[in-house]
């Protein structure tokens, strides 16, 4: 009896550790959550397969230039039989019909062609395969970029929402204090009923705000295990803070190491060279090709292996194939590869002046957000000093209770603009790497 217990409470024991282990938390810095996103990110997932879908491409256009070997059965279920008539070699007879059967029931062949030229077709479709892999891992590359981006913005989100909480809570803090003491300066009778009110009706006001933010820290959790590629149900925890790490930069290095570095420019680069390998393809669809085919066959009426049942013959011939006139389909192609070829060049015109306006935007929103974050730094001292001489002045009889109030709301706008400030800050930050096609320190 006494041994079963134990057994049973070992297994409680265990149960309730796998429990307690899986219940543990995911706990998520901004480095582990660039990782999880881009390994369980959909759209990742999905960039990754179009890469799949490039490379066998390639094989493909590869395996052209090997030679094709294809086997072939034929089981003939009916025929009509050709009758051939003979004139009687007696006089006066009639003629003689002869059946002659030229077919064979059972027939397996064998086919082998082997490309010799081909007018630049095998080589110029192997180009294209190769330009649309590597446009492909660029737009993998810009996919990558993306879903980091829109990580750190999830998980900046939070850490932003996660102060307002903390600003909402001290705000609910310094209003309970305040009517606290009110209440107690009530009671003997140094505050009046208006300020008892006034307080309460401060207190009040404050709580809508707290409720509003906790429930913004909850929409920015799922939205950022949505980026993640998590289960809305995954316990995390949020490791990490805002902070403000200043460094020097300069416009026109910037640009230069965005056309250097963003993966669409790249991307249409390599676009261009398809085209152009497209033209290739296109002129040679006016050239000869030269192939050499053969076959060989096995053929019986009978399906039975025995000996003289089964007859074999083969060939091998050498076929040129030379185009003598197409309806000028051969110059109509030609001309759809130029003006495509014309149109990515202005295209990437378009792009270039695309990217310089972003990095410029970037860098402006960043030294905007620098200059407030600054700032609000020194309004929030400046608000706790206030907040302080208001309530010292309050405990004197000197100052009002709508003083103080006003002294609180300020100090917890000064938090949140500096906090909002701060956020505004490291996102422009990553917008900035995001145009640059790289991060700050150079890597991706």
Same mark, same amino acid.
């Given at each position: 009896m006494?041994?079963?217990?134990?057994?049973?409470s070992l297994i409680?024991f265990f149960?309730? =550790?796998?429990v307690a282990?899986?219940?543990e938390p995911l706990v998520l810095?901004l480095e582990?959550s660039v990782?999880?996103? *881009?390994a369980?990110?959909?759209n990742?997932l999905?960039?990754?397969?179009?890469?799949k879908?490039a490379?066998s491409?390639?094989r493909e256009?590869?395996?052209?230039?090997?030679?094709?070997?294809?086997?072939?059965g034929?089981h003939?279920? +009916?025929?009509?039989?050709?009758e051939?008539?003979f004139?009687s070699m007696?006089p006066?007879?009639p003629?003689?019909?002869?059946e002659?059967?030229f077919?064979?029931?059972?027939?397996?062949?064998?086919?082998?062609?082997?490309p010799l030229f081909?007018g630049?077709?095998l080589t110029?479709?192997f180009k294209?395969a190769q330009?649309?892999?590597?446009?492909?891992?660029e737009?993998?590359?810009q996919t990558k970029?993306?879903?980091?981006?829109?990580?750190?913005q999830?998980?900046?989100?939070?850490?932003?929402?996660?102060e307002?909480v903390?600003?909402?809570e001290?705000?609910?803090d310094?209003?309970?204090?305040?009517? +606290?003491n009110?209440?107690a300066?009530?009671?003997v009778?140094?505050? =009046?009923k208006?300020d *008892? $009110?006034?307080?309460e009706v401060?207190?009040?006001n $404050?709580q809508?705000?707290?409720?509003r933010a906790?429930?913004?820290?909850?929409i920015t959790?799922?939205?950022?295990k949505?980026?993640?590629?998590?289960?809305l149900?995954t316990p995390?925890?949020?490791k990490? =803070?805002?902070?403000y790490q200043?460094?020097t930069?300069n416009?026109?290095e910037?640009y230069?190491?965005?056309?250097?570095?963003r993966?669409?420019?790249?991307q249409?680069n390599?676009?261009?060279?398809r085209t152009?390998?497209?033209i290739?393809l296109?002129?040679?669809?006016g050239?000869?090709?030269?192939a050499?085919?053969?076959?060989f066959?096995?053929?019986?009426d009978?399906?039975?292996?025995k000996?003289?049942?089964w007859?074999d013959?083969?060939?091998?011939?050498?076929?040129v194939?030379i185009p003598l006139?197409n309806g000028?389909a051969?110059?109509?192609?030609v001309?759809?590869?130029?003006?495509a070829?014309?149109?990515?060049e202005?295209?990437?015109?378009?792009l270039v002046n695309l990217?310089r306006f972003?990095?410029?935007?970037a860098?402006?929103?960043?030294?905007?957000?620098?200059?407030?974050?600054?700032s609000q730094g020194?309004n929030v001292?400046q608000?706790?000093e206030?907040l302080r001489?208001?309530?010292l002045?309050?405990?004197e009889?000197?100052?009002t209770?709508?003083?103080?109030?006003s002294a609180?709301?300020?100090?917890?706008?000064?938090?949140?603009?500096y906090?909002?400030a701060?956020?505004?800050?490291m996102?422009?930050?990553?917008a900035?790497?995001k145009a640059?096609?790289?991060?700050?320190?150079?890597k991706e």
């Amino acid at each position: 009896m006494k041994t079963k217990v134990i057994g049973l409470s070992l297994i409680g024991f265990f149960l309730f =550790s796998m429990v307690a282990f899986s219940e543990e938390p995911l706990v998520l810095t901004l480095e582990k959550s660039v990782q999880i996103a *881009l390994a369980k990110n959909p759209n990742q997932l999905a960039a990754q397969e179009r890469l799949k879908a490039a490379q066998s491409s390639v094989r493909e256009a590869a395996a052209q230039f090997f030679p094709s070997l294809n086997a072939q059965g034929m089981h003939t279920l +009916d025929e009509k039989v050709m009758e051939l008539e003979f004139p009687s070699m007696i006089p006066g007879q009639p003629p003689q019909r002869v059946e002659i059967d030229f077919t064979r029931d059972y027939q397996f062949s064998l086919s082998l062609n082997l490309p010799l030229f081909t007018g630049g077709r095998l080589t110029s479709n192997f180009k294209q395969a190769q330009y649309g892999l590597k446009a492909t891992q660029e737009m993998v590359r810009q996919t990558k970029q993306e879903i980091v981006y829109q990580t750190k913005q999830a998980f900046y989100g939070y850490l932003l929402a996660k102060e307002f909480v903390q600003v909402a809570e001290e705000a609910v803090d310094l209003a309970q204090k305040h009517l +606290d003491n009110v209440k107690a300066l009530y009671e003997v009778g140094l505050a =009046s009923k208006f300020d *008892l $009110l006034r307080s309460e009706v401060q207190l009040a006001n $404050l709580q809508p705000q707290l409720i509003r933010a906790r429930n913004n820290l909850k929409i920015t959790e799922l939205s950022l295990k949505t980026v993640l590629g998590l289960s809305l149900e995954t316990p995390i925890e949020i490791k990490g =803070s805002l902070q403000y790490q200043p460094f020097t930069i300069n416009e026109e290095e910037c640009y230069q190491i965005a056309l250097q570095n963003r993966p669409e420019l790249l991307q249409l680069n390599f676009q261009k060279q398809r085209t152009a390998a497209m033209i290739g393809l296109a002129r040679a669809s006016g050239l000869p090709t030269v192939a050499v085919s053969g076959n060989f066959n096995y053929w019986s009426d009978q399906f039975k292996f025995k000996k003289d049942t089964w007859s074999d013959y083969y060939s091998v011939n050498l076929v040129v194939s030379i185009p003598l006139f197409n309806g000028f389909a051969t110059s109509a192609r030609v001309a759809q590869s130029k003006a495509a070829l014309r149109e990515l060049e202005n295209t990437r015109q378009g792009l270039v002046n695309l990217i310089r306006f972003e990095v410029s935007q970037a860098l402006l929103r960043l030294k905007e957000a620098e200059e407030s974050l600054l700032s609000q730094g020194k309004n929030v001292e400046q608000a706790q000093e206030s907040l302080r001489i208001a309530e010292l002045n309050y405990a004197e009889g000197l100052v009002t209770t709508l003083d103080v109030s006003s002294a609180q709301t300020a100090l917890s706008q000064a938090k949140t603009n500096y906090s909002q400030a701060l956020y505004d800050y490291m996102l422009a930050q990553a917008a900035l790497e995001k145009a640059m096609g790289t991060s700050l320190g150079g890597k991706e």
